[in-house]
């Protein structure tokens, strides 16, 4: 059989990509991603057999298979110990070699066609050039399609349907108002906040909240996530955030919702970043440029508030912060209700609901579906408790063991908890409600972990003094009502180290006016002596707050100033 020259080629051409992609296959990293955890798991039980270092991973092998983990957070002292480790070769780069040859062969295997397409067509030679400019067009993807893609959607979302956030919608309720009928406030020279920021752990419900706004006040909903913006090309994050804010006030009265806010409005620090800082800057100008009557709403979302850039949280952007912290147990119990609305069970939802200590809205949502699924694998018509203590633990693979507390453990945090309150009660630290997991101290909240207050906010000594007050009083407690201490304490230690050493370095507010570390000690043990004094006097009202604390998982303000009130 007669095979012509240019069948010839084309085969060649195939056997050349067939073999290269072989071997692409071949030299591919088949290793398997670890944890630190693993491999400290590994180590110590000397399951490795041997390692090899490559320029960015370790590479392990292990009973035959192989694992890798970056080298960053290796101590390669403690490996050399266990087992022999060599150099791994870099085969790097024959990918870059092989990538360009496939990109020379594909463009070549195009001009071919090309010209086979001229010599069968040649009527249409004069069109050539078109024919081929088309055709790489089609293999070079759109630089940016963003503002095609910016389409709002009308939020069916309640406030009916979203449980537990009762105080979140009181905040927001003016917002609503605002959106529906924007000519009312104008009229009364009121000004609406510019921007709302939702702060909370991750899985509390702040997408959810963000829409049923949207749904209450009926107005389009632009829903975008912070990183969305963050490009490597220079000018187009600046281009999107333009994009969007233009298309926004087209159908204003509009809500713009930015998820996970902190990847665009990161502070600005000594590490330049220019692409992320132009983007920042459209944002901040786009927010500043609002008139009182544009009708848009901005709601950002973040559980990293201490890394936002101060520009973007100054009055006249932010303007307004709510805090969504995780469910008590009556709030689980109406989110738990709403879960399980349409499907059959047999449950005491508020029993479910004292089992569920720590979950978030979406941690409940998981619960209940793999309580269903796990049902439905043993063949029932219907949901029952066992199935939720079946899949509890599946639920909380991988969370902090703070999640799961015993009825021992839940006693010790309320008793911390309770001399925290009442500790804030007694030295004027603002809050309306607290709960077991803790959170709801509001000037505590705002502050930390990055300890920086707001830009324009005067603070005395005094106040410095009770924040750290504060931040003992549950380490004291522990002390005194079980002799004992806990790891419960040891994030409330460490701010109130933070504070110590900023009240003597950075305020001069010590002995000396240029403090060190000498006397941020003797402030802390002068706090800690007279919260020491504070506790061993009101142990009948913090006993009374800790049973609160165990009945309904909160503990309001109008609760402890009746503790105080009716308990000598």
């Known amino acids: 059989m007669h095979i012509s020259k240019k069948n010839k080629i084309l085969i060649l051409i195939s056997a050349i990509l067939i073999s290269i992609i072989l071997i692409f296959v071949f030299l591919r990293d088949r290793s398997e991603l670890i944890d630190y955890s693993t491999y400290q798991t590994l180590l110590k039980n000397d399951l490795i057999d041997s390692a090899a270092l490559g320029e960015k991973f370790i590479y392990i092998t292990s009973s035959n298979h192989q694992y890798k983990i970056p080298k960053d957070v290796v101590d390669l002292s403690n490996l050399y110990k266990k087992v022999p480790v060599r150099v791994k070769e870099d085969f790097s780069y024959l990918y870059d070699m092989f990538l360009l040859v496939v990109a020379a062969l594909f463009f070549g295997y195009l001009i071919f066609l090309t010209r086979k397409k001229e010599q069968t067509f040649p009527r249409y030679a004069s069109h050539s050039g078109t024919i081929v400019k088309h055709q ?9 399609n963003f503002a095609s893609n910016i389409k709002p959607m009308i939020s069916d979302v309640r406030f009916k349907d979203v449980a537990g956030i009762d105080e979140v919608k009181e905040e927001l309720q003016e917002i609503i108002e605002f959106l529906k009928n924007p000519k009312k406030f104008i009229d009364f020279g009121v000004r609406m906040p510019k921007g709302v920021l939702l702060v909370g752990p991750p899985g509390v419900g702040k997408t959810m909240i963000a829409k049923a706004v949207a749904g209450e006040a009926n107005v389009p909903f632009f829903y975008q996530s912070g990183s969305a913006f963050v490009q490597i090309y220079v000018g187009m994050g600046a281009k999107r955030v333009r994009e969007l804010f233009a298309k926004a006030k087209q159908m204003a009265p509009s809500i713009i919702f930015i998820d996970e806010i902190d990847a665009v409005g ?19 100008t786009e927010m500043d440029g609002f008139e009182d009557s544009s009708g848009v709403i901005v709601i950002g979302a973040t559980n990293k508030i201490e890394m936002l850039d101060e520009a973007l949280l100054r009055p006249g952007r932010f303007d307004r912060r709510v805090f969504v912290s995780l469910p008590n147990a009556k709030e689980r119990a109406k989110i738990l209700e709403i879960y399980l609305n349409k499907i059959p069970h047999f449950v005491d939802i508020e029993k479910l609901s004292k089992m569920c200590v720590g979950f978030s809205g979406a941690a409940l949502a998981s619960l209940v579906n793999e309580a269903a699924l796990n049902a439905l694998r043993k063949g029932k018509k219907i949901v029952e408790f066992e199935d939720f203590e079946s899949v509890k633990d599946k639920v909380l693979y991988g969370k902090r063991k703070l999640l799961t ?8 945090q309320a008793t911390y908890q309770a001399a925290k309150i009442l500790c804030a009660y007694w030295y004027d630290i603002d809050f309306d409600r607290v709960n077991l997991m803790g959170g709801g101290f509001k ?11 707001i830009e324009g906010e005067i603070i005395s000594k005094n106040d410095f003094l009770a924040k750290i007050k504060l931040f003992l009083a549950g380490f004291v407690a522990m002390k005194i009502f079980y002799n004992e201490e806990f790891s419960n304490s040891a994030e409330d230690l460490q701010r109130a180290k933070i504070l110590a050493k900023d009240l003597v370095e950075r305020y001069a507010m010590g002995e000396k006016i240029i403090g060190n570390i000498n006397d941020a000690i003797l402030i802390l043990e002068k706090e800690l002596k007279e919260v020491e004094n504070f506790i061993a006097s009101q142990r009948k009202r913090i006993l009374k707050i800790k049973d609160i604390l165990i009945q309904n998982e909160m503990v309001t303000y109008e609760d402890v100033k009746r503790v105080v009130d009716e308990v000598l």
């Open 136 to 144: 790489i067009n089609i293999a070079q993807p759109e630089i940016d």
């Open 266 to 284: 990161k502070a600005r620090g000594a590490v330049r970043n220019d692409e992320r800082e132009a983007t920042l800057n459209q944002l901040l």
């Open 405 to 412: 507390f015993s009825e021992k453990e839940k006693e010790i």
């Open 443 to 453: 000037d505590i909240d705002r502050w930390f972990p990055s300890a920086k207050h």
